[in-house]
């Protein structure tokens, strides 16, 4: 059974930049795509960055160029840099890993983002 854990939510004003984190455990964590997604208050849940076993990255269109996702299989996790952040990047965040048919996700990080 995969285990995922994210870190690194917080409050933050907005322009500011938080480096969001998920460690996994209990499977190859290479062979996983593993994606970020976020849903806000009164939203549904989005894919925000996607990086594949091979490092091809795909972004939504509101976060190309301010978010930047990257793992290190070594450790076994994947993080996603988040820079100039807007109000509207408040939602919670959540870590997602699929292979073949198997898909996992994390407990969730709040990123709030407000004067």
């Known amino acids: 059974q995969v285990q995922l854990v994210e870190s690194g939510g917080g409050t933050v004003q907005p322009g500011g930049s938080l480096r969001l984190s998920c460690a996994a455990s209990?499977?190859?964590?290479?062979?996983?795509?593993m994606g970020w997604y976020r849903q806000g208050p009164g939203k549904q849940r989005e894919l925000v960055a996607l990086i594949t076993v091979s490092g091809t990255t795909n972004y939504v269109d509101s976060v190309k160029g301010r978010f930047t996702i990257s793992r290190e299989n070594a450790k076994n996790t994947v993080y996603l840099q988040m820079n100039s952040l807007k109000p509207e990047d408040t939602a919670v965040y959540y870590c997602?890993?699929?292979?073949?048919?198997?898909?996992?996700w994390g407990q969730g990080t709040q990123v709030t983002v407000s004067s």
């Open positions: 997602n890993g699929k292979f073949r048919v198997f898909e996992y």
């Open positions: 209990g499977g190859l964590f290479s062979l996983y795509n």
